[in-house]
């Protein structure tokens, strides 16, 4: 069951993040663990942290960027750097954390690892641009949890003293690839005169046996254990539970190469596999859904319950999150150490990923970013849970600005989770939240600050797909009376030009006769009501709640690298061979190449080419893409799913939990839970009190480690202790 969203907001956030008594002890004990008998005995402590779809710490953060593949060279061209301040920057949840975990002490057996986004660059495994295959159907993340695995390999040699890598950079690369391509194929066993199928096991084991030669030739240190820590988001957070799984088939009784070794702490914000074919192909073709549920090759494994060598973690899931491309993947575990738990928000909202601004949402600081808050709650649930991520106050001060939480943020948080009541495990009443907003912003969207603050293309985007959503509910509508069967002579609702203010998934199920499902009749009553909130929550939604469906698209570039591809693309073909969005491309870059000369020539620039030629000098200037561009972008099979720049789900369908069971019509195993109303809820949700577990604690301190736990000054715990 997912649990409830938590009522407090992490405000202040040094307040909130500051150590517990139970985290001292913790926290001393991992030091005293460490630094008994050194060098003579050092624990590994390795942290993965497998970044989301599209996600890169070196291009959101730093402004690194990754020029086209020269056709000559293969190698991509260079491309200067932009300079993004603290304000500008859009790295995610996953990258954050990475930032916390001590990087300077492997001498002492600590081994932080960045695994970039599937769709980004990834040099060490090959990878040098962006890429669509990467961002579409997840390729390159198996060779990513491989790549993660050999570094553990790395870590546990660099801590036995090797004076070199059991693999360099290369190495490893070249490996993760290999293991793609071999294991699963089929070989021949020569001496056995049998044909053998290559195990991960197989594949493994020379690996193993080289690392444990190479410590069995370095009797010190010894190595008492080993500790793996995993963060992930997004298919970097599919990645991340699969990774748990490879490496336990790598253990035997526990062990690995002999040494005792767990996952203390696997941290994941809102899986999504979708690899291969999703889950949105499935449902809106006729192959069975059971074919195309985007849990293809590695990402099996997310269907099983979590080996028992993780001891804890956490997932939180994103309550509002509906597209048809990401779907949940949740997680089951037999231990009990690991919990599932509602945030508000949509994908992004709750692994990070946007920037301050972007949408018109959370603007001014990466404290008005709605993610700053799971972002807190996670970093304060793994160093419960003995990570040795560094203290908040020990952080670089740059670090800390990527942990704060905002006092409007914290005002807007407490108003949405008082309004949630005691119902906060209910996706439902998430949902009902959501929906009653967008009810109030049907007519009012383009008046909110969040809108007005938008860029060009935002404000397309959103305007848009608000236009979709008035189609859909008028698809409802006229589905609401319908049984499912077609009367004589009856014509249908729509005509195909429709499609151009109808979703796909709404259109077609009217043009079918279809019935309401009982998530479609529970939304468009909450539509037809039209209860207001109260303003405080309305804000929360206005100022921080971004909108997934407006700004996923399914065809047009998304990021700045895709702007360039387009825009080499277009200039490469004939004038006679462009289509009409080509054109807008090819003379807006036109315009700008001029600008460009303009300027060289020391001649005067209007305000406008001003603009223009800065904007040049670190992006790429591109034509507002709008639904009626959308016959020049889309594929044949983006034709399949939608008429517009985005899926064709829109609002009113309810977003796919994973593991689900049926083979043509499919279901989650949690399915009344998920659509449980909060009518239906007999007993109020157990309090933080009530919940509270109570551990014994050593203490040298008794008095200064109860001031910690309270946040009281020492010598005021000491006056009231001796009163």
């Given at each position: 069951?997912?649990?409830?969203?938590p009522?407090?907001?992490?405000?202040p956030?040094?307040?909130f993040?500051k150590?517990s008594?139970?985290?001292c002890?913790?926290i001393?004990m991992?030091a005293?663990?460490?630094?008994?008998?050194?060098?003579?005995?050092i624990?590994?402590?390795?942290a993965?942290?497998f970044?989301g779809?599209?996600?890169?710490?070196?291009?959101?953060?730093?402004g690194?960027?990754v020029?086209l593949?020269?056709?000559?060279?293969?190698?991509?061209?260079?491309?200067?750097?932009?300079?993004?301040?603290?304000?500008?920057a859009?790295?995610s949840?996953?990258?954050r954390?990475?930032s916390?975990?001590?990087?300077?002490k492997?001498t002492?057996?600590y081994?932080p690892?960045?695994?970039?986004?599937v769709?980004?660059?990834?040099?060490e495994?090959g990878?040098l641009?962006?890429?669509d295959d990467?961002k579409?159907f997840?390729k390159?993340g198996?060779?990513?949890i491989?790549?993660?695995?050999l570094?553990?390999?790395n870590a546990i040699n660099?801590?036995?003293?090797?004076?070199?890598?059991?693999?360099?950079d290369?190495?490893v690369g070249?490996?993760?690839q290999?293991?793609?391509?071999n294991?699963?194929?089929?070989?021949?066993d020569?001496?056995?005169?049998q044909?053998?199928?290559?195990t991960?096991r197989a594949?493994?084991?020379?690996?193993?046996?080289k690392?444990?030669?190479?410590?069995?030739?370095?009797p010190?240190p010894?190595?008492p254990?080993?500790?793996?820590?995993?963060?992930?988001f997004?298919?970097g957070a599919a990645?991340?539970?699969a990774?748990?799984?490879?490496f336990?088939e790598?253990?035997?009784?526990?062990?690995?190469?002999?040494?005792?070794?767990s996952?203390?702490?696997l941290?994941?914000?809102?899986?999504v596999?979708t690899?291969g074919?999703?889950?949105?192909?499935g449902?809106t073709t006729?192959?069975?859904?059971?074919f195309?549920d985007?849990?293809?090759a590695w990402a099996?494994?997310?269907?099983?319950?979590?080996p028992?060598?993780?001891k804890?973690?956490?997932?939180y899931?994103a309550?509002?999150?509906q597209?048809?491309?990401f779907p949940l993947?949740?997680i089951?575990?037999?231990?009990?150490?690991?919990?599932?738990?509602f945030f508000?928000?949509?994908?992004?909202?709750?692994?990070g990923g946007?920037?301050p601004g972007?949408y018109g949402?959370g603007?001014?600081?990466?404290?008005?970013?709605?993610s700053q808050?799971?972002?807190?709650?996670?970093?304060q649930?793994?160093r419960?849970?003995?990570v040795?991520?560094k203290?908040?106050?020990?952080?670089?001060?740059?670090?800390?600005?990527?942990?704060?939480?905002?006092e409007?943020l914290?005002?807007?948080w407490?108003?949405y989770t008082k309004?949630l009541?005691?119902?906060g495990?209910f996706?439902?009443?998430?949902?009902e939240?959501y929906y009653r907003?967008r009810?109030?912003r049907?007519?009012?969207?383009?008046?909110?600050d969040s809108f007005?603050?938008?860029s060009p293309?935002a404000?397309?985007d959103?305007?848009?797909?608000n236009n979709?959503l008035r189609?859909?509910?008028?698809?409802?509508?006229v589905?609401?009376p319908?049984?499912g069967?077609r009367?004589?002579?009856?014509d249908?609702p729509?005509?195909?030009?429709?499609?151009s203010?109808?979703?796909h998934?709404?259109y077609?199920?009217a043009q079918?006769f279809?019935?309401?499902d009982?998530?479609e009749?529970?939304?468009?009553d909450?539509?037809?009501?039209h209860e207001?909130?109260?303003?405080?929550?309305?804000r929360f939604?206005?100022d921080y709640?971004?909108?997934?469906?407006?700004g996923f698209y399914?065809?047009?570039?998304?990021?700045e690298f895709?702007?360039?591809?387009a825009v080499?693309k277009?200039?490469?073909?004939?004038?006679?061979?462009?289509?009409?969005f080509?054109?807008?491309?090819?003379?807006?870059?036109?315009?700008v190449l001029?600008v460009q000369q303009?300027?060289?020539?020391?001649l005067p620039?209007?305000?406008?080419?001003?603009?223009l030629?800065?904007e040049?000098k670190?992006?790429?200037?591109?034509p507002i893409?709008?639904?009626s561009d959308t016959?020049?972008?889309?594929?044949?099979?983006?034709?399949t799913q939608?008429?517009?720049r985005r899926?064709?789900g829109?609002?009113l369908?309810r977003?796919s939990?994973y593991?689900?069971?049926g083979f043509?019509?499919r279901?989650s195993?949690?399915?009344?839970e998920?659509?449980?109303?909060p009518?239906?809820l007999?007993?109020?949700?157990k309090?933080?009190?009530?919940?509270?577990?109570?551990?014994?604690?050593?203490s040298?301190n008794?008095?200064g480690?109860l001031?910690?736990n309270?946040g009281?000054p020492i010598?005021?715990?000491?006056e009231r202790?001796?009163?």
């Open positions: 069951m997912i649990e409830a969203t009522s407090k907001a992490p405000y956030v040094d307040a993040l150590p008594a139970k985290e002890s913790t001393a991992e005293c663990r460490v630094t008994v008998d050194l060098p003579c005995n624990p590994v402590r390795v993965l942290f970044d779809t599209n996600n890169n710490l070196y291009r959101d953060k730093d690194t960027r020029g593949i020269n056709p000559d060279t293969k190698e991509p061209a260079s491309v200067d750097p932009v300079q993004l301040k603290p304000e500008e859009s790295h949840n996953v990258a954390l990475f916390t975990f001590p990087g300077d492997r002492q057996g081994f690892y960045y695994i970039a986004g769709g980004t660059p990834f040099a495994i990878e641009t962006e890429t990467g579409a997840a390159g198996q060779a990513r491989v790549w993660g695995l570094q553990v390999l660099g801590t036995s003293g090797g004076s070199k890598p059991l693999y360099d290369t190495e070249k490996l993760a290999s293991y793609v391509n294991v699963g194929r089929v070989e021949r020569v001496e056995n005169r044909n053998v199928r290559v991960h594949w493994f084991k020379p690996h193993l046996e690392l444990k030669a190479e410590l069995a030739s370095r010190k010894i190595i254990s080993i500790t793996i820590s995993v963060f992930g997004s298919r990645e991340a539970a990774f748990c799984h490879f336990a790598l253990l035997d009784g526990g062990e690995l190469i002999g040494i005792p070794s996952i203390d702490f941290g994941v914000f809102d899986i596999a690899v074919m999703s889950d949105s192909a449902r006729i192959i069975p859904r059971a195309f985007g849990h293809w099996g494994r997310l269907l099983r319950p979590l028992s060598c993780v804890a973690g956490r997932h899931v309550a509002h999150e597209r048809m491309n993947t949740q089951r575990s037999e231990s009990g150490g690991f919990i599932e738990v508000p928000g949509v994908h992004s909202d709750v692994g946007y920037a972007e949402k603007r001014g600081a990466q404290s008005a970013m709605l808050i799971p972002l807190a709650y996670m970093y649930a793994a419960e849970a003995g040795p991520l203290p908040f106050s020990e952080l670089e001060e740059r670090d800390q600005l990527d942990f704060l939480v905002g409007e914290a005002s807007a407490t108003a309004e009541g005691r119902h495990s996706l439902t009443k998430h949902m939240l907003w009810a109030a049907l007519t009012s969207l383009e008046n909110t007005k603050a938008s293309q404000q397309e959103m305007r848009s797909s979709m189609g859909d509910l008028e698809a409802l509508t589905r609401k319908m049984t069967r009367d004589d002579g009856q249908q729509f005509r195909p030009s429709d499609l203010r109808i979703n998934w709404q077609y199920r079918n279809q019935p309401l009982k998530w009749k529970w939304a468009l909450i539509f037809e009501k207001p909130l109260p303003a405080e929550v309305a939604f206005d709640v971004h909108d997934s469906l407006a399914l065809a047009g570039a998304v990021t895709d702007k360039r591809v080499e277009a200039r490469a073909k004939r004038a006679s061979r462009r289509s009409d080509d054109k807008k491309v090819v003379a807006l870059s036109d315009k001029a303009k300027q060289k020539d020391n620039l209007t305000k406008e080419e001003q603009a030629f800065d040049a670190t992006g790429t200037p591109f893409m709008t639904d016959a020049d972008m889309r594929s044949v099979l983006i034709k939608t008429d517009t899926e064709g829109g609002y369908l977003r939990f593991p689900q069971e043509f019509i279901e195993i949690n399915e009344d998920l659509e449980r109303a009518t239906e007999a007993l109020p949700d309090t933080a009190a009530d919940t509270v577990t109570y551990e014994f604690i050593w040298d008794l008095i480690d001031a910690i309270t009281e010598f005021g715990a000491e202790m001796l009163a």
